[in-house]
């Protein structure tokens, strides 16, 4: 089974700091992406990578910055955290063709 | 621009029942749409996707249908049970490109013992 995971379930972050949320896949996938959730929103893309190295802006990139240094990474940096980036935070990769999107668990955020 | 519209409400049933649920979609032509399931504080879980050129797919005791000129997926789950609850995601996507998958907002279902 692909795997993705999230190195947090919940994060308590301060305004103003700098914040990295990790995700590794164990499948080789191509693709992989970072989506913020948020009540009667649904799942926000926020950015996309389809190759190392490459990034392509979603939905919603202002305040948020990606790094894909390994295909199997995908980091998600929020520069200087905001309150209103308080959120539940998914990452997911997938195959070329963007079939069948695997998740992570999440990662809860609240910026205070 | 383009809109996805799912039940808003909440969907409750009684167990045995069948459960459908609506996926509607406006200035978009998807090539295919994927549903998800989400439990309460998880990440989506992939069910199923159907294409633009299929009418129907199957699998266990679900069902999804894919109308083009309707612009509109049914998602249906028959015999459902209490582990059915969770939210179900429609996600229409295209292909070609550099493409990304677009989510509906979900719709809560209750499966009722």
């Known amino acids: 089974d692909v795997k993705v995971t999230q190195s947090s379930r919940y994060l308590v972050k301060r305004t103003g700091e700098k914040v990295f949320l990790e995700c590794v896949q164990d499948?080789?996938?191509?693709?992989m992406f970072w989506y913020r959730q948020d009540p009667g929103l649904g799942l926000r893309l926020i950015y996309f990578?389809?190759?190392?190295?490459?990034?392509e802006k979603g939905d919603i990139p202002e305040g948020y910055s990606v790094s894909r240094e390994k295909k199997e990474r995908f980091s998600l940096i929020l520069e200087s955290a905001s309150t209103n980036q308080t959120s539940m935070y998914l990452c997911?990769?997938?195959?070329?063709?963007?079939?069948?999107?695997?998740f992570g668990s999440g990662t809860r955020l609240t910026v205070v | 621009s383009q809109k996805i519209e799912q039940n808003s409400e909440a969907l409750n049933i009684q167990e045995g029942k069948t459960a459908t649920l609506t996926c509607n979609y406006t200035?978009?032509?998807?090539?295919?749409l994927q549903w998800y399931r989400q439990d309460p504080g998880r990440g989506p879980v992939f069910l199923l996707l159907?294409?633009?050129?299929?009418k129907e797919k199957r699998k266990e005791r679900l069902k999804v249908t894919f109308d083009t000129t309707l612009k509109q997926s049914l998602f249906h789950i028959t015999a459902s049970q209490p582990a059915d609850s969770a939210t179900y995601l429609c996600?229409?996507?295209?292909?070609?490109?550099?493409?990304?998958?677009?989510f509906g907002t979900g719709t809560k279902l209750q499966v009722i013992p």
């Open positions: 997911a990769s997938s195959p070329p063709g963007y079939l069948g999107y695997t």
């Open positions: 990578s389809y190759d190392v190295k490459m990034k």
């Open positions: 996600a229409p996507g295209r292909s070609g490109g550099y493409q990304k998958v677009t």
């Open positions: 499948m080789d996938h191509e693709n």
């Open positions: 159907i294409r633009e050129n299929e």
């Open positions: 200035n978009y032509s998807p090539a295919y």
